[in-house]
Structure formats: structure tokens, C-alpha cells
């Protein structure tokens, strides 16, 4: 995870609300301060510091929690709008044919990052095509030539030519046929008029969907100077924060641009092809708050989930059925471990199921739907119903051992009873939840 420090301070302040014996001033003010604190030794500006802090012990003491919400979970879901309001919205990013062009000084990751979007636009589908027009730094070409070559992605370069408008004139031609073609320029020390030069002929060869602009985290706060400087030059589409594993000063950076015209879409998070993030505030926020990425979860149980009467919720709540058990796990095996699964819920979600309890094979999944298909609805509503004559005779009737129908009760019971636990989970992990909830990101 990356700005471990800012994400565990600020996970210590929240831990002090949900702890507090009751909500009032001053432990709003306390909490506040500690997240100034970790907001400022993150490198956040102090203006937008003060500026947020005052936004939410305003709006903490001033507006009364909505219905069903109590004062706890009202605070904590401004402290956490208001982290979400001050690093931005992130850039859309179509997954549709485009031309891309990356800008940005010497040594940002503009050439990493060509080839981790190269990767990126390849995994969702889209054939990328890379064009290097790097004439400036010697070893340029064959840097982006060999990353391009160990992803097969399709490179244009001129080795000899040291005219960067003619190169890409050229490989825009060349590579017409495929669906996102990305640009890699030269960067420099600063931005100097030469720079500024090329990078507008270069621009001015084609309609570019987008101008990436390129920062490294470390430079911190004069990340929305840069910004506005290429922006003004090339109108920025949208920054790329890179290295963002490897400084405490990346809410600086993260800030800073969220502050200036532009918005942030991607981060770089390490120097493989595949350490480059979809930037996204709310993910982004609740996973620095050890809030679990609950918005990644249910997102993609609904993507799974979308024709089935289940949901996560469920799982966490209410009447626990014999069916419910059933789409569960049939659920599960299609979204994948389950471990996996509850580790983006609040705080861990609930940490002591054994790692191969939810494995379960097709064969075995089919065992259970042709044992349940010989109970009753009642049974299968209340399972506790099941005695050893009714266990005998559903045996009978699926043509399976009684001890198989036992087993399948057995594991019912115990994922209830994990569920159960999920469900109880001390009082912090469980107002947590709740606001998740009430916060709207279903
Ligand atoms: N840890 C880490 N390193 C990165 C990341 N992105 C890039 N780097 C490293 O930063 C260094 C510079 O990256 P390049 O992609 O060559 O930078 P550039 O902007 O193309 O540099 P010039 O072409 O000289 O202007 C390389 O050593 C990369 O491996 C990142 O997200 N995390
Ligand atoms: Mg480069």
C-alpha cells in the first residue's frame, strides 16, 4: 500500500472517534488535529490543511445526522468526504480507440509509464501500438524498444532520425491499425523553450485524446506548479503521479493536482509494467483509512451477482438459508477466494475461516443442489428442522450417503455462524460498516 504513514496516522485518528465514549467538540477538535498532523507530514498544503479542517469541524458540529445515522458515523463519513474532496475527481479514461501523448521532465516515468499503459489498454482488450520520440536522451530508443518487445507490444522507432516531429508523423502512420497509440517524448531538466517547442509540433500532428503529463511524487507540492506550466502549454488531459511506493511526500503530489484545472488518472506504484493504478479518490481514501476497499468489493460482486437474488449484504445480515448458503457459493467460486473477498471489507472483515473452507469443487457444489433439490422449502428455509428421520429420508430420495446431507448441514452451520460473526465484529469494525453502507457506495 502505498503512503503507509499517512494511511496508519490517519487510521489512529479515526480509531479515536470510533472509540470515543461520546461525539462532542472536543474530541472533534482532537481528532482534527490529528489528522492536520498526518496531512501535513504527508506533505499537504497547510492552506488546504486548515481549510479542510475547519470544513469538517464545521460541518461536524453544525449538521445533524440523517436519519438512521448517529453522530459517530456522521463524523466519520464527513471526515471521509472531505479526505475524498481534497485529492479531486480522477480523469475518465475511455476504453475505446485513441491516441495518447505523454509529456513530462527528465526522469518523471514517462518511458515506464508508455509501457505500463501499453499493458493496461492491452489487458482490457485494445491493441497498443508505442511510438518513441525520445531524440534527445541517447538509449531512449532501445529502452522503450526492449520493454515494448518483453510485453509484445507493437514499437515504432527511428534510431538515426533526431527529428522528433517527423518520427511521430511518420509512426502514426505506420501504426494506424491499431486502437491506442501512445507517444513517448523526451523529457528535461526544465521546462525550457526548446521543450516546449516540440512538444507543440508534436501535439499539433494530430486530434491527441489525451496529454499525460508525467510527475514524480517526490516533488511534492510543485506538482500543481508543473501542472499548470504544461497545461498551459499543451492542455493537459490528465497527470500520471509516478513512484508513489517509494515517497512520503505523495500527498503532496496527490493534492496539489487535484488543485489545480487538471485531474489525476493514473498512479505509479512500483517499476514493473504492471504497478500503474486506475486512480480512483474514493478506493484511494477508504483503503488509507483501513476502511477495506468496500467500493472495489461490491462492485464486483455486483458484476457477478447482477441476476442473482444474493448480495453482500446479505451475507453480512439477517436470515441465513439453506438457498442463501447455495448462490453464496456459487457466488464465491465464480468471484474467487473468499479470503481475498473479505480482506477488502472493513478493517479485514472477519480474519479466522480457515484458508480452504470456502474451495469447493464443481462435483461437490453439484452434490449439495441434488441433496437440497430433495428437501422442503421449509428445510431449506430452516435447516435447524433437519432431523436424523428427515436426514434419512433426504438421503433416500437424492440417492446419497446420509452422511453427505450431514456435511452440507454441518457447513451451513458454520458459515452462518461466520457470518454471524461478521456481523457482531466489536463496535468500531461494525459502525464502519455501517457507514460504508450508509455512505451511499453500493
Ligand atoms: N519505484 C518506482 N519507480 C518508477 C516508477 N515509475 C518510474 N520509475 C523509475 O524511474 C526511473 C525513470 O523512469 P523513466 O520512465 O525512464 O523516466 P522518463 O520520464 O522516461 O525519463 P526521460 O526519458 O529521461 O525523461 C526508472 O528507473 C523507472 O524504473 C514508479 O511508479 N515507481
Ligand atoms: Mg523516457
Redesign the pocket.
Known amino acids: 500500500m502505498v503512503l503507509d504513514n499517512l494511511g496508519s496516522s490517519l487510521k489512529s485518528a479515526i480509531q479515536k472517534l470510533a472509540n470515543a465514549g461520546k461525539i462532542d467538540k472536543e474530541i472533534i477538535d482532537d481528532v482534527v488535529k490529528d489528522i492536520q498532523r498526518a496531512l501535513i507530514q504527508a506533505d499537504v498544503n497547510v492552506k488546504l490543511v486548515m481549510k479542510l479542517s475547519n470544513r469538517i469541524k464545521e460541518r461536524a458540529l453544525t449538521e445533524a445526522p440523517p436519519a438512521g445515522m448517529d453522530s459517530r458515523e456522521h463524523v466519520l463519513r464527513i471526515v471521509y468526504t472531505e479526505l475524498v474532496n481534497i485529492i479531486g475527481k480522477a480523469t475518465p479514461i475511455a476504453l475505446e480507440p485513441q491516441t495518447i501523448m505523454m509529456v ?1 521532465l ?8 508508455t509501457a505500463k499503459l501499453a499493458r493496461f489498454f492491452s489487458r482490457k482488450g485494445l491493441k497498443p501500438a508505442v511510438i518513441c520520440a ?1 531524440t534527445y ?1 541517447p538509449g ?1 530508443y532501445d ?1 522503450l524498444s526492449q520493454l515494448c518487445e518483453k510485453l509484445g507490444v507493437m514499437f515504432y522507432g527511428e534510431r538515426d532520425n533526431k527529428d522528433a516531429v517527423a518520427i511521430v508523423r511518420n509512426g502514426l502512420k505506420e501504426t494506424q491499425k491499431y486502437d491506442v497509440r501512445i507517444v ?1 517524448t ?2 528535461r531538466h526544465a521546462l525550457e523553450t526548446e521543450l516546449i517547442k516540440e512538444m507543440k509540433d508534436i501535439w499539433g500532428l494530430t486530434n491527441f485524446t489525451h496529454r499525460f503529463l ?1 510527475l514524480d511524487a517526490a516533488i511534492g507540492q510543485q506538482a500543481s506548479e508543473q501542472a499548470k506550466a504544461f497545461n498551459d502549454a499543451v492542455g493537459i488531459t490528465g497527470v500520471v503521479i ?5 515517497t512520503a511526500k505523495g500527498g503532496g503530489a496527490l493534492s496539489a493536482v487535484s488543485d489545480t484545472n487538471t485531474s489525476i488518472a493514473f498512479i ?4 514493473t509494467p504492471d ?1 500503474l493504478e486506475r486512480f480512483d479518490p474514493d478506493g484511494f481514501i477508504s483503503r488509507l483509512l483501513g476502511m477495506g476497499d468496500l467500493k472495489a468489493l461490491v462492485e464486483k460482486a455486483n458484476e457477478v451477482l447482477s441476476q442473482k437474488d444474493v448480495n453482500v449484504e446479505k451475507m453480512m445480515t439477517g436470515k441465513f438459508t439453506l438457498n442463501d448458503m447455495y448462490s453464496q457459493l456459487e457466488a464465491i467460486n465464480k468471484m474467487g477466494p473468499l479470503k481475498q473477498i473479505m480482506s477488502m471489507l472493513p478493517l479485514g472483515g472477519l480474519g479466522n475461516i480457515p484458508d480452504d473452507a470456502y474451495r469447493m469443487t464443481q462435483d461437490k457444489m453439484q452434490g449439495y443442489r441434488i441433496i437440497m433439490d430433495s428437501m422442503t422449502e421449509d428445510e431449506k428455509d430452516d435447516p435447524k428442522l433437519i432431523g436424523s428421520s428427515r436426514i434419512a429420508r433426504i438421503a433416500m430420495g437424492s440417492g446419497r450417503a446420509p452422511e453427505d446431507v450431514r456435511e452440507l448441514l454441518k457447513y451451513h452451520k458454520m458459515m452462518q455462524k461466520a457470518m454471524k460473526g461478521m456481523k457482531g465484529g466489536g463496535q468500531s469494525n461494525k459502525n464502519l460498516k455501517k457507514i460504508m453502507k450508509q455512505m451511499n457506495i453500493k
Open positions: 513530462g527528465q526522469g518523471s516515468g514517462k518511458t515506464t509509464t525520445d536522451r531512449a529502452q513517448d523526451a523529457g508525467v509516478t513512484k508513489l511506493d517509494g505509479g506504484v512500483g517499476e504497478d
